[in-house]
T-cell receptor, first 112, second 116 residues
Framework: NAGVTQTPKFRILKIGQSMTLQCTQD?????MYWYRQDPGMGLKLIYY???????DKGEVPNGYNVSRSTTEDFPLRLELAAPSQTSVYFC???????????FGEGSRLTVL | AQSVTQLGSHVSVSEGALVLLRCNYS??????LFWYVQYPNQGLQLLLK??????LVKGINGFEAEFKKSETSFHLTKPSAHMSDAAEYFC??????????????FGQGTILTVHP
């Protein structure tokens, strides 16, 4: 059972480039989330989804987009990368709306 | 709106000593509270959670936490630290699945160092 899988694990982007962080889960969870983690700042919610076809903004959505065409997949798109998007990104999923999340191992992104 | 404050970004203890990581929250509705642990270069994993009922909750690896409504606190403790406990710990709050759909508000994290 793989759980939540994120790719790539590491990526370096130049300013202005675009990329997609992939996230897939095999637990048939309806709820999925993207967080970013910056040192000393905890985790901030970027976007979330309560099911296929339904997404909504979190606390820090600017510069990002998401889609949820299937229950399993929840890709995060970065358009026109900026140095402020240098961070570690975590995808998570849940089978309830209480907050018990299952996390992927993270994707470390550097924008130069 | 909800918020979480973890007191102390770094805590250092000796092996065998008591571990105490502090967490205070604010919430306009009855909160659900969580502690997550993050080992180096890994994702977060759930240590324990408080939803309703008993205010003292036990988690994995010998950790426990007590929900104190009057103090708006949810401190994490372990009687005897082990070297393998060295990690970063995050306190988090949700509104219990009301309108937040499982979204968590995290504290800034506390790095626990355990000395031999």
């Amino acid at each position: 059972n793989a759980g939540v899988t994120q790719t790539p694990k590491f990526r370096i982007l130049k300013i202005g480039q675009s990329m997609t962080l992939q996230c897939t889960q095999d637990m048939n969870h309806n709820y999925m989330y993207w967080y970013r983690q910056d040192p000393g700042m905890g985790l901030k919610l970027i976007y979330y989804s309560v099911g296929a076809g339904i997404t909504d903004k979190g606390e820090v959505p600017n510069g990002y987009n998401v889609s949820r065409s299937t229950t399993e997949d929840f890709p995060l798109r970065l358009e026109l990368a900026a140095p402020s998007q240098t961070s570690v990104y975590f995808c998570a999923s849940s089978y309830t709306r209480e907050g018990e999340l299952f996390f992927g191992e993270g994707s470390r992104l550097t924008v130069l | 709106a909800q918020s979480v404050t973890q007191l102390g970004s770094h805590v250092s203890v000796s092996e065998g000593a008591l571990v105490l990581l502090r967490c205070n929250y604010s919430s306009s509705v009855p909160p659900y509270l969580f502690w997550y642990v993050q080992y180096p270069n890994q994702g977060l994993q759930l240590l324990l959670k408080y939803t309703t009922g008993a205010t003292l909750v036990k988690g994995i690896n010998g950790f426990e936490a007590e929900f104190k409504k009057s103090e708006t606190s949810f401190h994490l403790t372990k009687p005897s630290a082990h070297m393998s406990d060295a990690a970063e710990y995050f306190c988090a709050v949700s509104d219990g699945g009301g309108t937040s759909y499982g979204k968590l508000t995290f504290g800034q994290g506390t790095i626990l160092t355990v000395h031999p």
